[in-house]
């Protein structure tokens, strides 16, 4: 019994696993809300749709996230599309009775009083939608479902009902535990056996374990593994060599060094065949090997984009770009080509615009670099207004 998993310690082993979408997320962009897209939503609904994408945001970007402007994809990796097709609110009174004790002189006493109760309860229901830009699929997809309530009490009269907002924003917040894992991935903790005996040493190593010093407890339990061999005059069996190779083989794990960590197995499984630990010990090794393959290909994958975009972002043009080839003596017909042939990113708001002017840019370059963001073609109201200053 005494290398029975019952009977032994065990070391916590974590498993860190990849966002459920299968990429990792660095940028997104919100879809247009559901009541913009085709009025579904009724006010209620289209009001909570709003604040719980702003607690949304706020999680992102607390996280690390970029949050794109809507209909500017980009940059994004991702689409998070959302509908709350139920938020309402419900409030009711009720009243119980409460013991109070009162002080009276030296004295005390107990009395009953009534109570009364202001409950608010908010019934939220939503669906939460992630789509890979990169495939332009859904890579995942979840229904929500919340009933926060808040109750007020008072032994002095009608309370005040707790307010809705703060109650449906629990719900909002509560929603966050839930697609966390799907957006940003989540860590498993697996517990393998330690066996901790006086035999080969074992119990040294597992006082090294149990102080934190992993690398101190890995050297014991290899010099452990390469000294314990069967002794019947000292009673040590195939089980305790299986117990020391086993040892070995989760500090490994620890480490994330699974390749180590099937060797010690194996040496396990050989001196004890039928030992369930070890075999549970190498299921699990296997499994994590597996998820830590693929947390390493999305991270690659990540890595490989994130690239991409710092490209793709040198070679854009910008205004600075067009306000230095026009002050280097380009002619407007080769900056027009130039933007004409270009990724770009331009600021063409009104007062940005009336800056480019001062700084010589003719009517016709910067009614290129409207047409290529999307705006409109300003080129004769500037011509006009410098008309009108002459």
Sequence with gaps: MRYSSAFNPSVTVEVEHPPGVGFVVEEVVFAEESGARGGRSRAAEAGCEAEWVQVLTEWLVDRGVRVGRRGDERYADAVIAVNVTRCETEQDRSEGSKEIVERVGDNTRRR????????????????????????GLVAASRTLAYEPEMTVSSVKGLPEFPSPGVVARRAYHRTIDDIAPFVFGWVDARKLVFFD???????????????????????????????????????VTGRDVAAAHHNVGVLHVVQGDFESAMESFER??????????????IRETISAEAV???????????????????????????????????????SDQVVIEVIGTSAVDFDVSPATLAQLAEEGLSAAVIAAMVRRAGGSDPEAGIAGGRRRES
């Design 292 to 330: 830590a393959a693929e947390l390493r290909s999305v991270e690659a994958a990540a890595a490989a984009r994130e690239q991409r975009r710092l490209a793709e972002e040198e070679s854009v043009l910008r205004n600075a770009d067009i306000v230095a080839m026009v002050k280097n003596g380009l």
């Design 197 to 235: 005996d006086e035999r080969c040493g074992l119990n040294m190593a597992h006082r090294a374990v149990k102080s934190g010093d992993y690398e101190r407890a890995l050297e014991i339990s290899i010099a452990n593994a390469g000294s314990c061999e069967p002794d019947p005059g000292a009673d």
């Design 268 to 281: 396990a499984r050989a001196a004890d065949p039928g030992n369930g630990s070890v075999r549970e010990a």
């Design 112 to 135: 009953t009083v009534t109570e009364h109760h202001a409950r608010t309860r908010v019934t939220f229901r939503a669906t939460f939608e992630v789509t890979d830009l990169s495939t």
